[in-house]
Structure formats: structure tokens, C-alpha cells
């Protein structure tokens, strides 16, 4: 007789540091788009604000892909949010590293 396997989907909470990550990956990318909204309001003027809003929110993706990574460690937890929050994370740290690199 063929053996019957029973098999149990039990909804899994997220990783509450890969929660953390996505929402860095949107305040980075707020932040991003204050400060080109900034930059064409003010006309270049106040550079310093615009530099300094724009390196906050570099940082912010560097510490929420430290976060993403941090959270697969979580165990019994569903990492979908680790995963979305590492990859966007490090997208936008790469955008943001291009950015300062070419000067612009």
C-alpha cells in the first residue's frame, strides 16, 4: 500500500529586521527624491543640504542591506521581506555609489 504523506502549510510571520529593510529601502529612495526635488526647486543653492540629505540616505541603504542580511538568521520565519529588502538595498546603495562617483 502507497504511504500517504500529509503535509501542514502554516502561515509563517516575516523577519522583523527584513520588515525593517524594505522600509530603509523606501525612506532611502524618499529621501532621494526630496533631494532632486530640492535641487531643482532651490536651483543649485544650498548644496550642502542637498549633499547632506543625499549621504543620509545612502547610509540608510547601507544599514538596511546590513539589516536584510542580518534577518535571514531569524529562524521560523517566511525571509520574503529579507529577500526584497536586501536586493532593493542594494540596488539603490550601487545607484548611490554611481552617483557620488560620477560627481553629479
Do not use: C, D, P, Q
Amino acid at each position: 500500500m502507497a504511504r500517504r504523506y500529509r503535509y501542514s502549510f502554516t502561515k509563517k510571520k516575516e523577519a522583523g529586521k527584513g520588515k525593517l529593510s524594505v522600509g530603509l529601502a523606501v525612506a532611502s529612495l524618499v529621501f532621494f527624491a526630496a533631494a532632486v526635488t530640492l535641487a531643482l526647486i532651490l536651483e543649485g543653492s544650498f548644496g550642502f543640504i542637498i549633499g547632506s540629505m543625499s549621504l543620509f540616505a545612502a547610509l540608510l541603504s547601507v544599514y538596511g542591506f546590513i539589516m536584510g542580511l542580518r534577518s535571514f538568521s531569524e529562524e521560523g520565519k517566511s525571509h520574503r521581506t529579507s529577500i526584497i529588502g536586501s536586493i532593493s538595498n542594494g540596488i539603490i546603495m550601487i545607484v548611490w555609489l554611481g552617483i557620488y562617483l560620477t560627481g553629479v
